[in-house]
């Protein structure tokens, strides 16, 4: 484990990524590491303290087969993560009360590089299974150490998902409740304090979209990618509905619903004039602008729309009751021969993503759901609660009076282009964020993330705009293709994050492009 630990320190500044491999050179491990541990621990001169190195070099590669020689150099194991754990078991059986200054050094040193990462978290495994305190002490030390230099938000992520890694599949430690919350409250209070959002009025109809958070003065601020791994983090320790998380205050309605904001009733312009139009697909290069004119004025009657998008652990409600397995929730998809009596859902009964580490953080937006799936939730939604509302997907024009709100704007925020609003391409997260990180995006009733992150599926049929004024429009009536709205993580923000920008996807579709879940995602 000492060899482990001290390749790896060796390492730090010769590898840029973690996936490289990780070789260390005869010379640096006979004369680096080995030679001086066999000289101050046996106490050996230095020509026996060499060849006692050599001779061990050779006896781990010969019998133990954790040492593998290569044309390159000797690695730990067949994978960097050997390397990473036994120098994690190092950490761990060498973390004392005893030298307290050389652990707050390595806290403060190496604890927030990347490298070291996978050492830390398998080191508070191993403490944390151990009886006493010894795994809460590494971890309040570890977050101490952040708070003492600069990087707090980065350590209470770390140790809130090291954490995390002991509530599941394990028995927890006693003080794993307590710490929890802790951590928990913390990382709340950075990323989403100052959240708003008006009740629900009994007997209302209950519009499903993404939406969002009031911004909070003075919460901190931290770069994007420091504030997504934090809030992933987050996340996992509010877990799923069955594991005994912390609680996220943000969802305390039934089910884990978030409130929702109330949209008045009013009459709005809809869509973008010719020149608007003009001016977008020279921007983007393309024609897709051409379907957002003529702008024509639409009135609709007051409505409200969940502030937050659906999140994993709610949708985990619906797959954990059966829903896949009910007819009754599946109307449309058994009139188009996408659920069967004997087969159920054409696509089994999880979304595409479930099971991807990447993407199925309870706090990300579920991913890979299609039209119908998103559909056959509400309609679940709606008979579960049976608390006298109806929950629905947003009609098309309903989604964008959401987004431009009562001043007509371009975006959620107003009507230029604001870097860090949203989940775009710009953001360079390459992936879904937890629902409500970006809270400077917030529309003027505060609904969150309708612009980027995930497209959001409207209940319209996709079709062209008519000039004459409307009442409460619904769109097209069935055909190809159903309505998306809002861009994503992948998208260009400035052009395609619109509020007036349109997409479309056929109803059966759960996200096919690059493998990866771009359209079908479900407005709350």
């Keep these: 484990t000492y060899m482990a630990f001290k390749a790896h320190e060796m390492l730090e500044s010769q590898t840029e990524r973690r996936d490289e491999a990780a070789l260390v050179g005869e010379d640096e491990l006979v004369d680096e590491i080995l030679k001086p541990y066999f000289r101050e621990n046996l106490g050996l001169a230095v020509g026996d303290a060499r060849r006692r190195a050599q001779d061990f070099v050779a006896l781990m590669v010969d019998r133990s087969g954790l040492l593998t020689e290569t044309p390159g150099g000797f690695r730990l194991g067949d994978h960097l993560t050997m390397q990473e754990f036994l120098a994690g078991f190092y950490l761990a059986e060498n973390y004392a009360d005893e030298d307290p200054e050389g652990y707050a050094a390595f806290f403060r040193e190496k604890a927030r590089q990347t490298w070291w990462r996978e050492v830390v978290l398998l080191a508070a495994g191993y403490l944390g299974q151990k009886p006493g305190f010894q795994g809460q002490k590494f971890l309040r030390r570890l977050v101490d150490a952040g708070s003492k230099h600069g990087w707090e938000l980065e350590a209470l992520a770390l140790a809130a998902r090291a954490l995390a890694q002991l509530r599941v599949g394990r028995k927890r430690p006693d003080w794993y409740a307590s710490l929890a919350q802790d951590f928990a409250n913390r990382l709340y209070a950075r990323l989403y304090a100052g959240v708003a959002a008006a009740p629900v009025a009994p007997g209302a109809t209950v519009a499903l979209g993404a939406t969002g958070a009031l911004e909070a003065p003075g919460a901190l ?51 973008s004039t010719e020149a608007e139009v003009a001016r977008w697909v020279k921007l983007q290069g393309n024609d897709n602008a051409k379907d957002e004119a003529p702008r024509h004025r639409v009135t609709l009657g007051a409505y409200e729309m969940a502030v937050f998008p659906i999140t994993n652990a709610l949708y985990a409600r619906f797959i954990a009751a059966g829903g896949y397995a009910d007819p009754g929730f599946w109307e449309q998809a058994i009139a188009d021969g996408y659920w069967e009596k004997d087969q159920g859902f054409r696509y089994g009964n999880l979304p595409r993503y479930w099971e991807d580490a990447r993407w199925n953080n309870p706090a990300q937006p579920v991913v890979g759901v299609s039209w119908y799936e998103v559909t056959a939730f509400c309609r679940w939604l709606t ?142």
Aim: with cysteine; proline share 8%; net charge negative.
């Design 221 to 271: 601020e931290a770069p994007v990618a420091i504030r997504q791994e934090a809030a992933l983090a987050r996340g996992l320790l509010t877990g799923y509905p069955d594991e005994e998380g912390v609680p996220d205050p943000r969802f305390v309605g039934p089910l884990g619903l978030p409130q929702f904001a109330k949209i008045p009733a009013g009459a709005f312009w809809m869509g």
């Design 383 to 524: 008979a579960t609660l049976a608390d006298g509302r109806t929950y629905r997907l947003p009609t098309e024009a309903e989604w964008e009076r959401a987004a431009r709100g009562p001043e007509g704007w371009d975006y959620p925020w107003g009507n230029d282009w604001r870097e860090g609003a949203c989940n775009s391409k710009e953001a360079g997260l390459g992936a879904t964020s937890p629902v409500g990180l970006f809270r400077s995006g917030a529309s003027a009733e505060g609904i969150e993330d309708l612009a980027g992150n995930v497209w959001e599926w409207c209940a319209d049929g996709y079709g062209p705009y008519s000039e004459r004024e409307q009442l409460n429009p619904t769109g097209a009536d069935g055909g190809k293709y159903r309505v998306l709205r809002g861009g994503s993580f992948y998208n260009d923000g400035p052009t395609v994050c619109r509020c007036g920008y349109r997409g479309r996807g056929s109803p059966g579709g759960r996200g096919q492009r690059r493998g990866i879940s771009l359209r079908p995602n479900l407005l709350l």
